[in-house]
T-cell receptor
Framework: AQSVAQPEDQVNVAEGNPLTVKCTYSVSGNPYLFWYVQYPNRGLQFLLKYITGDNLVKGSYGFEAEFNKSQTSFHLKKPSALVSDSALYFCAVREVGGKLIFGQGTELSVKP | DAGVIQSPRHEVTEMGQEVTLRCKPISGHDYLFWYRQTMMRGLELLIYFNNNVPIDDSGMPEDRFSAKMPNASFSTLKIQPSEPRDSAVYFC?????????????FGPGTRLLVL
């Protein structure tokens, strides 16, 4: 079965610094990987996805993610964090049949 | 497009009562998903539909939970009878059919509290 792991429950970053939210995956076959963000009291919003092609995927709000097959990772990155980026971030992998398997989430806190 | 619409946004009920959550997917989307989010268990897929037909309900906790999709623009998730441990945020999501990389779009959720 497909799975993803987010090893950090919380990431703390100072505003203006680069941020990384980690995700590793376990799949059979080619992975379809996603990042979603959830702001307080809101639904999940799609950020970006990797299907095939370039290992560096660019998404919404200045976020990007790097697909690394050898390390089975799909880390989310942003060069300069904003306080407004503070939210809960989910990594997900598509399973056979089309459903998504989500990680446990990482709480990102960006301080001024 | 208005996005995925869920109602009600908040629901407070007493143990033993029936609860019905509603979802209107994005027009033209072929798949509809119901998720539950709790602090303890994270985000769990309960059931999903393709072209109004339930495909996988293995995540439905027990017989107290049921879901229907009578047409392409409406789905319900019913809990009868409700219990305090059902308290959670319930999300509906939808997407188009395709080769596999299609994005799911989530509704704002229904926050359920069972007393």
């Amino acid at each position: 079965a497909q799975s993803v792991a987010q090893p950090e429950d919380q990431v703390n970053v100072a505003e203006g610094n680069p941020l990384t939210v980690k995700c590793t995956y376990s799949v059979s076959g080619n992975p379809y990987l996603f990042w979603y963000v959830q702001y307080p009291n809101r639904g999940l919003q799609f950020l970006l996805k990797y299907i095939t092609g370039d290992n560096l995927v660019k998404g919404s709000y200045g976020f990007e993610a790097e697909f690394n097959k050898s390390q089975t990772s799909f880390h989310l990155k942003k060069p300069s964090a904003l306080v407004s980026d503070s939210a809960l971030y989910f990594c997900a992998v598509r399973e056979v049949g089309g459903k998504l398997i989500f990680g446990q989430g990482t709480e990102l806190s960006v301080k001024p | 497009d208005a996005g995925v619409i869920q109602s009600p946004r908040h629901e407070v009920t007493e143990m033993g009562q029936e609860v019905t959550l509603r979802c209107k997917p994005i027009s033209g989307h072929d798949y509809l998903f119901w998720y539950r989010q709790t602090m303890m268990r994270g985000l769990e897929l309960l059931i999903y539909f393709n072209n109004n037909v339930p495909i996988d309900d293995s995540g439905m906790p027990e017989d107290r939970f049921s879901a229907k999709m009578p047409n392409a623009s409406f789905s319900t998730l019913k809990i009868q009878p409700s219990e305090p441990r059902d308290s959670a945020v319930y999300f509906c999501a939808s997407r188009v059919a395709g080769g596999g990389g299609e994005t799911q779009y989530f509704g704002p959720g229904t926050r359920l509290l069972v007393l």
